[in-house]
């Protein structure tokens, strides 16, 4: 390969494992300098494509494969398509979050914004052989582990009983108020003044989750997700 | 094939490239919410024929132009405004330093910019990790023309960022 045909390369395909095209760059110090620099650059290139996923995305996805999709033929089709136009109209009405659901959305919000939600100086700690009973009794099954908690309790938002978690993440720690009875049907972001926060729908509540600056929380949300479940 | 084993077979395609769609979907748009409706259309779509994918280890690309005719679809119907990079975007998975961060971002805000004929090969080429030879299948041009658009891409992108205009 040709020097012109080895910075060709380098420029639009420098992960490529071609023998002659990786034998070039190794041809002499300017040549390991390009490679090393593109790669650099590949490396940037991928972290700037690797926006966020939203939470469980893949249980949405999964979901479809609970409805069944029959096949119609042509002369019910345009019925179909009139009944769907219906469907969907009376879908639109029905997809804003319900009063209730935006009151429980603004009281948690309003909890947050008044209390530091990393701020624990002023609660007191509950053991946790009195988290389980909590949970129990709103039909709910702790898949979590306790000991990865550094601190619960119980914390009144609104008319509601919630449970403030902190968890000791490697990034640095990490509070969730859990409401096991504010539904919210989406993720919603609660970032203040470059503190990362995240209202996550779990199971028929919502988890309010703040971190860190820098902080990725959907991993914490997916946990959550994946460790609370229904009796 | 009967539903369990369809339900099976599609839970192993969502598991190995569900998050690689999302982003592709999100690049394709650049609109969130517009990113969430195709990705659910597509992946209707592709539950409704995958016992017509033969052939497992050709599911991403499968998947790819499912997605890119969706897209394809939707944006022929309205060209949706797509929006500037938000804080909740700039909020990574992965975490960097803050002069790494700062790059990325601008990295992503000249992606943005980006001609879609630039942008298009080189988000496959990132995000589907899929070689020169695939692109030009998947987009129905020549290898030469990829490597061309890719080259390109690149070099609009380093311009950018060394002349600060990406922001």
């Not at chain 1, 993720?187 to 860190?212: F, H, T, Y």
């Amino acid at each position: 390969m040709n020097q012109e045909k080895f910075l060709e390369m380098l420029a639009s395909d420098p992960k490529s494992r071609d023998p002659d095209f990786l034998a070039q760059a190794e041809k002499n110090d300017e040549n390991r300098e390009l490679y090393q620099q593109a790669l650099a650059f590949e490396d940037s290139l991928l972290a700037a494509f690797n926006t966020p996923v939203p939470v469980a995305i893949e249980e949405t996805m999964l979901d479809i494969t609970k409805v069944s999709y029959p096949r119609f033929g042509k002369k019910t089709i345009g019925l179909l398509a009139l009944a769907a136009s219906l469907v969907i109209s009376v879908s639109l009405v029905l997809f804003t979050p319900p009063p209730s659901e935006q009151l429980a959305y603004q009281q948690l919000v309003a909890h947050i914004s008044e209390h530091d939600p990393r701020d624990t100086a002023s609660l007191v700690p509950v053991s946790k052989s009195e988290i389980e009973p909590y949970f129990i009794q709103k039909g709910i099954e702790l898949g979590i582990d306790l000991d990865d908690l550094t601190y619960i309790t119980f914390c009144p938002v609104g008319d509601k009983q919630g449970i403030h978690f902190v968890l000791d993440k490697p990034e640095g720690l990490v509070t969730v108020i859990f409401v096991p009875d504010m539904p919210a049907s989406r993720v919603q972001d609660l970032q203040k003044e470059g503190i990362p926060g995240l209202l996550a729908p779990v199971l028929d509540g919502s988890a309010a989750i703040v971190g860190q600056p820098g902080q990725d929380l959907y991993p914490i949300a997916n946990t959550l997700r994946k460790g609370l479940h229904k009796i | 094939m009967n539903h369990e084993q369809r339900q099976k077979r599609f839970a192993r395609l969502v598991e190995a490239h569900a998050r690689d769609i999302y982003r592709m979907a999100f690049w394709l748009c650049r609109n969130k919410e517009l990113a969430d409706d195709i990705v659910q259309e597509t992946m209707t779509r592709a539950w409704k024929s995958i016992d017509r994918l033969q052939d497992e280890n050709a599911a991403k690309p499968w998947l790819f132009t499912i997605l890119r005719r969706e897209h394809a679809r939707v944006y022929e119907k309205n060209r949706p405004e797509t929006v500037e990079l938000d804080e909740t975007l700039l909020a990574d998975p992965d975490q960097h330093n803050p002069e790494m961060q700062e790059q990325i971002n601008q990295l992503r805000k000249a992606i943005m910019k980006l001609d879609e004929k630039y942008r298009d090969p080189l988000m496959m080429q990132i995000i589907g990790g899929f070689s020169c030879d695939e692109i030009a299948d998947q987009l129905g041009i020549s290898k030469a023309a990829v490597m061309t658009q890719l080259f390109r891409a690149r070099e609009q992108l380093k311009s950018r960022l060394g002349k600060g205009l990406a922001s």
